[in-house]
Antibody, heavy 117, light 110 residues
Framework: QAQLVQSGADVKKPGASVKISCKAS????????IHWVRQAPGQWLEWMGW????????KYSRRFQDRVTISRDTSANTVNLEVTSLTSGDTAVYFC??????????WGQGTLVTVSS | QSALAQPASVSGSPGQSITMSCFGS?????????VSWYQQHPGNAPKLIIH???YRPTGVSTRFSGSKSGNAASLTISGLQAEDEASYYC??????????FGTGTRVTVL
């Protein structure tokens, strides 16, 4: 069964950057895109962007495209999300999810990023 | 791209049916049959329960059904059970090639 395992919680100061990893297993990594979704405390889900597992092409939400980079390491079956210029508004749980048939059927466990001075 | 609009809360008694809506525009819901629905229990990752407007992934209860009319999508839960108490989010592909989620509906089983 396909599985996505994310890196652990992190605490950052305002202005810093954070990098979160998402390691895929039990499926052919290049056959599926990986999306990133975040959820601020008590808020709804917010789509951030995605990367094609095969060719590495990316698409970002306009809201994040200046501060977010999604990359992949095919040798490690891992996708990374980097967010720069962090503010308290970026405090959230970040999820990676595999794209399946126009839905996200497999999700990582989530990574809490706290931005605090 | 603004979030899709969902009612904040819906409630029902065990065994009843409830329906929640998700309102978008011709640039998202109305333009594509790429609407999906997710169930999220507190502290957990979302779970896909409907994709492509009305298709259930393997293993998802037949009590969940989805539909679309114009710029709005709907999720119906029939035979409401205590375990259905959760938040539900719709999502759609958009004209810009991005995706957008709804604001979420909290379901309470009375």
């Amino acid at each position: 069964q396909a599985q996505l395992v994310q890196s652990g919680a992190d605490v950052k100061k305002p202005g810093a950057s954070v990098k979160i990893s998402c390691k895929a297993s039990a499926y052919t990594f290049s056959n599926f895109p990986i999306h990133w979704v975040r959820q601020a405390p008590g808020q709804w889900l917010e789509w951030m962007g995605w990367i094609n597992g095969g060719n590495g092409n990316t698409k970002y939400s306009r809201r994040f495209q200046d501060r977010v980079t999604i990359s992949r390491d095919t040798s490690a079956n891992t996708v990374n999300l980097e967010v720069t210029s962090l503010t308290s508004g970026d405090t959230a749980v970040y999820f990676c999810a595999r794209g399946d048939s126009n839905g996200w059927g497999t999700w990582g466990q989530g990574t809490l990023v706290t931005v605090s001075s | 791209q603004s979030a899709l609009a969902q009612p904040a809360s819906v409630s029902g008694s065990p065994g009843q049916s409830i329906t929640m809506s998700c309102f978008g525009s011709s640039s998202d819901i109305g333009g594509y049959n790429y609407v999906s629905w997710y169930q999220q229990h507190p502290g957990n990752a979302p779970k896909l329960i409907i994709h492509d407007v009305s298709y259930r992934p393997t293993g998802v209860s037949t009590r969940f059904s989805g539909s679309k009319s114009g710029n709005a999508a709907s999720l119906t839960i029939s035979g409401l059970q205590a375990e259905d108490e959760a938040s539900y989010y719709c999502s759609s592909f958009t004209l810009s090639g991005a995706y957008v989620f709804g604001t979420g509906t909290r379901v309470t089983v009375l």
